[in-house]
């Protein structure tokens, strides 16, 4: 399994960003997949999650309404919209892949290589 994220970057508050996923080597049929992000001196957080088999997705209250998560499985690519970004949005943003969206932030996860979002205010 490998995922390669893209798309983060420096942004004013309010602004927005997509970020991207590219995804080998599983299925989502069978896998959960998904965006945790971490700041510094904070926890992991998961951020959006499509659900294995169903498809169906889940956000963090933090982030509801301004992230909408979406995939195009031709393109083996997940994506995150992010509008009205926010100074405490500011986090290196993974993708992830698990069988559950709530192991996704975990290290028993598959994780991509991380891509830094820092929005300024």
């Known amino acids: 399994v490998q995922l390669v994220e893209s798309g983060g970057g420096l942004v004013q508050a309010g602004g927005s960003l997509r970020l991207s996923c590219r995804v080998s080597?599983?299925?989502?049929?069978?896998?959960?997949t998904g965006w945790f992000r971490q700041a510094p001196g904070k926890e992991r957080e998961g951020v959006s999650c499509?659900?294995?088999?169903?498809?169906?997705?889940q956000y963090a209250d933090s982030v509801k309404g301004r992230f909408t998560i979406s995939r195009d499985i031709a393109k083996s690519t997940v994506y995150l919209e992010m509008n009205s970004l926010k100074p405490e949005d500011t986090a290196v943003y993974y993708c992830?892949?698990?069988?559950?969206?709530?192991?996704?932030?975990?290290?028993?996860?598959?994780w991509g290589q991380g891509t830094q979002v820092t929005v300024s205010s």
């Open positions: 992830a892949a698990d069988f559950s969206c709530s192991y996704l932030h975990t290290v028993h996860a598959t």
């Open positions: 080597g599983l299925s989502f049929d069978d896998y959960a």
């Open positions: 499509f659900k294995s088999g169903s498809g169906g997705t």
